[in-house]
């Protein structure tokens, strides 16, 4: 199984991505759906407290406790839906690369999409899903939390990086030859593997 992990800032094309692989009927985990999840066993409001509960899990479970809850969750979609990919929406610090790396292997690969910051506030003005989209102060803050989580590193980390600058068609379209491509090499590699004797 193929396993597309993405990183990026705020507002740079996670959804995006997310929403090409769902057109090309790759099951999608996004990790703020696990602790907005775990909001609601908890009781909670994930509007009001997804950030504390995020903290609280990492907290109570250790740094990577979001991906350790992530990764059956991958599985669970793959043999849901019979697919051979899954994209996974999100990760956020080198603690959870290293737990889907050693959970995946060479199975695993990282999609960093990067934007300039004016840009994507201007987007993210633009998306106005909530009232943080439109305050360019509260996307500074947001920014500084990922950051401060590692973001930077894992975005440095990634085995292949989409520059999202140009328009949205030609980012789709990029971000589709890549998914699309990726899976079938990884399917050929499969099976050569498997011919060989190998590891599938
Ligand atoms: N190249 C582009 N040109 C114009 N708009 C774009 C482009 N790429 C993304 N957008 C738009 O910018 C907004 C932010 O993109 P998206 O929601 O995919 O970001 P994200 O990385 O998922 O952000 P967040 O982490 O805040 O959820 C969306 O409304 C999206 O449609």
Known sequence: MRVIGTVGLPGSGKGEVAAVAEE???PVVTMGDVIR????SRGLDPAEHHGAVAKALREEDGPAAIAERTVPAVRE????AG???VLVDGLRSMV?????REAFGESFLLVAITAPFDLRAERLGARG???SDLDVEALRKREERELDFGMGEVIDAADVTIDNTGTLEAFRRHARDLLVED???SAADGT???DAGGRT
């Open 24 to 26: 090309e009927d790759v």
């Open 37 to 40: 999840e775990e909001c609601r």
């Open 77 to 80: 979609a793959a043999s849901r």
């Open 83 to 85: 697919a051979d990919a």
């Open 96 to 100: 959870e690369l290293a737990r889907f």
């Open 129 to 131: 899903r909530d009232d």
């Open 183 to 185: 899976i079938e090499r």
């Open 192 to 194: 050569r593997e498997a």
